[in-house]
């Protein structure tokens, strides 16, 4: 970043009053940003007899305790979750990452026949989305729904990665390829051992793309499976936290006779609930902010 | 499409093809490029299944739907029964407010985050900055509307809790007709009010700093450097993205607003998606819905083109 009007002359007073306001309004920011998600930690880590009146201005938990966090991932239906989001975005990033790389390692030849023709097919279904409904009716024709694939395999490569994958690719040099495609390697070979070696921090900001984008889904499972016992952690989530169904979480004895999980204060139950669902994405937020930055980069103007 | 590499490669070149009469052009082209095409056949079948099948079966928004295939071809009919209802007049009407507003109060608070970080002189303490306010963008729409439901309870909220501290009574945000809509905004400010920036100073790195340096020798202070090097440095990136950000007015974000939405305040923030939502796959509506998830795409199609060549024209960039 820009260090070009670091060396100047001496501050005056006022100049150095609005460093500080400069300054100050930022780290608020910070403070807006990470106090909310501080707050919830704090609610869940708090000894649950305490957390009735627990102020949402609080970050420090009242009193010590891991209940929470173990109720809930002692939960089968949350392992159940944790087990199929970790499922369906594993084989999400691997099928998109693979599928993307394939792809894009054909569309940046500049030689390829019915290249502009590939380009345009791709870029039609950026701008045109015929919404949900057909979608809908073509899962139940392939009669995935309430399958895994469906979530799985639905709109597996993704427009813009792709086309960030194709610019990159492109920039890969023309002479190395061509080198080797004189020592006789197949095209197979030179994606290989020669594409993906090269590109591996692209291909890494597109796995790390996939892999927040499928973590963070829930509309498609939501729509897609019926079956409790296939939904991500986010469904799961989203049923407890906004849609307000307590029983599915306590279990309806627990939580009419207020025994065993039933008498942990829902708030901190959700608390705990939200953090789970953001727990892997702060494992890789390092990574995201490594690749990521360069990744929106590439593609320009989308992220 | 700018190709990159101009020269083009041998086999290509009509006069490099050997004079072979057996074999035609396209046969020598598809002998070098038939293993590639086999590389892109699953992204390919990707696209046509989960792209082009959906935009085959669009024709739905014709038909009536029948339990026992085939459907019924009613021409426009799905159409003028929505255009009857009032609701789809309201839910046309909430899209373009919420978009409306957000071009207004969302924007720009981006622009202002870059301009505001640019002017931070440690690296250590931007860097740290950044790594907190980007945080949000990367979090799903069902975690955010979790922590403002949180934030906002009447009872124990911290919004709530301050503005108590100034003698205000307590405001339900998530149920208040009146309130909601700003929610949106606020939560659309905190999960990407930070990560959007990050474009904006980019470009702003892209300014020559040769500018600084002579402004600094003719005396300049920080305001009319940011007023007459840095915004004007910027302005083609702001063009661009409120142009793009045009196109997609009529989409408003369903992830975000289907996650915010209840009873009490539906009828305020229900979208076009929503609506789309509701009607076919709760109602099972079919045909209506996608009508009028038709009537969106085809709206939408025509904004987004538009922007993209405006956006072209007037600042060299577009979607692509």
Do not use: C
């Not at chain 1, 502009?116 to 729904?145: A, C, H, N, S, W």
């Not at chain 2, 209802?85 to 309201?90: A, E, I, K, R």
Request: aromatic content about 12%.
């Amino acid at each position: 970043m820009t260090e070009a009007h670091a060396m100047r002359p001496a501050r005056t007073p006022l100049e150095r009053m609005e460093y500080l306001l400069i300054v100050s309004s930022l780290l608020l920011m910070v403070v807006v940003t990470v106090q909310p998600l501080l707050n919830l930690l704090a609610l869940s880590l708090s000894d649950p007899s305490k957390v009735a009146g627990f102020s949402g201005l609080s970050i420090l938990p009242d009193g010590f305790s891991p209940d929470v966090w173990l109720l809930l991932l002692q939960h089968p239906y949350v392992q159940r979750g944790i087990l199929n989001s970790v499922f369906m975005t594993t084989a999400s990033v691997i099928l998109g990452t693979l599928g993307t790389a394939l792809m894009a390692w054909g569309m940046s030849r500049p030689g390829l026949p019915l290249r502009r023709t590939l380009f345009i097919f791709v870029l039609v279904t950026i701008v045109f989305e015929p919404g949900i409904i057909p979608d809908y009716f073509l899962m139940k024709q392939l009669g995935l729904l309430n399958s895994y694939w469906s979530v799985i395999l639905f709109k597996a490569v993704n427009a813009w990665y792709l086309i960030i994958l194709v610019r990159f690719f492109e920039e890969i040099p023309q002479e190395l390829i061509e080198a080797a495609e004189i020592d006789g390697a197949n095209p197979f070979q030179i994606f290989w051992r020669i594409v993906l070696p090269l590109a591996r921090p692209a291909l890494a900001t597109i796995a790390l793309f996939y892999l927040v984008f499928h973590w963070n889904e829930f509309f498609h499972p939501m729509i897609y499976l019926n079956d409790q016992s296939k939904w991500p952690l986010q469904v799961v989530l989203r049923q407890f936290v906004i849609g307000g169904d307590k029983v599915a979480i306590v279990g309806a004895d627990n939580a009419n006779n207020n025994i065993g999980i039933g008498q942990i204060n829902i708030r901190a139950l959700k608390a705990g609930m939200i953090l789970i669902t953001i727990l892997p994405i702060l494992a890789v937020y390092p990574l995201i902010l490594r690749f990521f930055t360069r990744g929106t980069m590439m593609g320009a103007v989308k992220g | 499409m700018a190709q990159t590499h101009p020269e083009p490669i041998a086999a290509t070149v009509p006069g490099n093809v050997p004079a072979n009469p057996g074999i035609s052009r396209w046969g020598v082209a598809w002998r070098k490029w038939w293993p590639y095409y086999a590389m892109m056949s699953p992204g390919i079948l990707f696209f046509l299944i989960w792209h082009y099948v959906p935009i085959w079966q669009v024709q739905m928004a014709f038909e009536q739907v029948r339990i026992i295939p085939p459907n019924l071809w009613v021409g426009l009919k799905n159409f003028q029964q929505l255009f009857a209802s009032p609701v789809f007049y309201q839910v046309i009407l909430n899209t373009l407010i919420i978009s409306a507003m957000k071009l207004l109060f969302v924007f720009p608070v981006p622009i202002i985050v870059a301009l505001l970080l640019n002017e931070v002189r440690s690296g250590t303490l931007r860097k740290w900055i950044q790594s907190a306010i980007y945080l949000p963008h990367f979090l799903s729409w069902v975690v955010i509307a979790g922590v403002f439901i949180a934030l906002l309870s009447p009872s124990d909220g911290a919004v709530n809790q301050l503005t108590q501290w100034f003698g205000f009574g307590p405001v339900n945000y998530m149920t208040n007709t009146g309130t909601i809509r700003w929610v949106l905004m606020a939560s659309e400010n905190w999960r990407s009010a930070g990560w959007d920036s990050l474009l904006y100073l980019a470009a702003i790195i892209a300014i020559d700093p040769a500018l600084y340096d002579a402004a600094d020798i003719d005396g300049a202070n920080r305001w009319q450097k940011i007023r007459h090097i840095t915004i004007p440095g910027i302005t083609p990136t702001i063009a661009t993205l409120f142009i793009l950000n045009m196109g997609m007015f009529l989409s408003a974000d369903l992830n975000q607003i289907i996650n915010m939405q209840n009873d009490v305040n539906a009828s305020t923030i229900d979208i076009i998606d929503t609506y789309v939502y509701r009607l076919g796959l709760q109602t099972g509506e079919y045909a209506l819905a996608t009508a009028a998830g038709l009537f969106k795409a085809v709206l939408g199609m025509a904004l987004v083109l538009i922007s993209h060549l405006v956006s072209k024209r007037l600042t060299g960039k577009g979607l692509w």
